[in-house]
């Protein structure tokens, strides 16, 4: 078999144990690697109704292509169940962590239970050591600055289980979102490193190197690929997002103006801040910052934290912002969360309902070592906006299933806002990425304020992005490479033959199984709700005066889904995708 090692191995932090098993043929090739290996092995695992921070797994898993010269194939996943949603969780990360845990030998890791004190893994080819650590208490970068090999690792965030923080790893690559640091703080893990030098086995070398020429050649070509992302990074999208009216600010209150946005835009940031532009393993587009304000240096901010931290926050002075989300990477803590948290208590605190805070656009870098060390107001600010929500008895967390959105207003663009809605893992932007379908036009554009056909296409993007995951592929290479791309990389490296409807088929299982895992927690229709804010429409902007009928959305969705209308997967549907009951 090539393109896997066919190999897993399981850490056991109470015992001290290590061990390794084979994965098994069918299981790789029905779930890929990655996200998908991930979810099928999470089912296994844990109840789905375990405390995420007591007997909780932590699934590490490359891909196929991972560790090969595929374009974009230098991703990781990691997979869990998350503390701040409950719900099941992963998480993918750049740089070259993965390619080097996969030529360690290792397709998977599982580590479980929890040490007695604060411990180390190091995986090398060779074997696998849990040890002792004096690292903790440390922030991250005084961490990497101790380690020489690839690491992932947490700050104090993570120690303190903060419930969104993140796993960092070197050049501030991160595992966002979900909270997955503090399950590794909560089995008093503190890092991984890894080194590995193993030649990953691909079937047929000459078909790949083909199809990877001409992959690089349309990479190459997208003015997306070869000039937004290359030239600005993500931030590139502020002001194209702006300009629609989906470029909120305070809390997703109304739209921020150009002029306010322009900031923090990605050509405001190659002006003043950008040093040079870093990629991740095998990755020609680079889209990685590296910044410098008057007083630090260090990585990003990307989109997504520009605004989480920026304009959400009431903050639209690029060199605060980019300061906030290098004090964010140095503690441990997941930008968006973070952001979408502090604007929550600031609009709590402009409506009276609590006063230990300033408004929007007061200074906040004081607060975030309190959330992260859990000290004063930021014990409470530690637990997220829903919960700190349902504290007060007030409804304006900017959350679903307990996640806090990203950057989108979901009131200019319906398939956004169902994808937001039906999200496995809460308010995520990465589960099914519509702005690509009803902004960019890629594959083809459709009308952002429609909502007729869209549940199809949410379910395409799903399906797309579940594979992608599980390859692990990044998804920006998506905005340049059709869907052929992906499966004659895989049929070469593995030599198994995978159609595009068979990826879509992997993509979709996954999705139900994730699902799966939801409902056996205890998630259902209700739970698929954007926050009632955006059932009032914003008064400015291009998306001004529009909201969506989302529960006509949902029911369009369920039915293409194969789910019944409380949105749990149909017996037949579980059936023909060959899930396993829980
Ligand atoms: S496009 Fe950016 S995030 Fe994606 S693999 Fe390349 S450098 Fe990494």
Known sequence: ??????????????????????IGKQLLKDHVG?????ARLLLDEIDPKVDPLEENVLIFAAGPLTGTFVPTSGRFSLSSKSPLTETIMDSNVGGSLGSEFKRAGLDALVIEGKAQEPVMIDITEERIQIKKTDLWGLETGECFSELEKESALIGPAGENQVRYASIMTRGYRVFGRGGLGAIMGSKKLKAITVSGSKRVPVEDEKALKDHVRKAASKLDSSPVTSRGLKKFGTPILVNLLTWLGMFSKHNFREAASEEEADNLS?????????????????????????????????????YESVWALGSNIGIFDLEKTTELNYRCNELGLD???TGGTLACAMEMK???????????????TGLLDKIAHREGIGEKLAEGSKRLCEKYGCDLSMSVKGMELPAYDPR????????????????CHLRGYMIGEEIFGVPKLFDRFKTGGKAQLVKRSQERNAYLDSLVMCKFGAFALDEEFYSRFLTS??????????????????????RWFNVKAGFDREDDELPKRFCEPLKKGASSDNVFDMQKML???YEVMGWNEKGEPKKETLERLDIPDI
């Open 1 to 22: 078999m090539k393109g896997w090692w066919n190999r897993l191995a399981r850490v056991d932090l109470s015992s001290r144990k290590v061990r390794y098993h084979e």
């Open 34 to 38: 990655g996200r998908g290996l991930g």
């Open 266 to 302: 990605g050509e405001k940031m190659r002006e003043k801040i950008v040093q040079k532009h870093e990629g991740c393993y095998s990755c020609p587009i680079r889209c990685g910052l590296k910044t410098k304000t008057k007083k630090k240096s260090g990585k990003g901010p990307e």
């Open 335 to 337: 930008t968006i969360s």
């Open 350 to 364: 402009e409506e009276g309902l609590w006063d230990e805070l300033g408004g929007f656009g007061s200074d906040v």
């Open 412 to 427: 200019g663009a319906a398939g956004q806002a169902l994808s937001f809605a039906t999200s496995n893992r809460g308010g």
């Open 493 to 514: 490296v593995t030599g198994e033959r995978y159609t595009v409807a068979d990826l879509h088929l992997v993509g979709e299982r996954i999705y139900d199984m994730e």
């Open 555 to 557: 029911d369009d969705y």
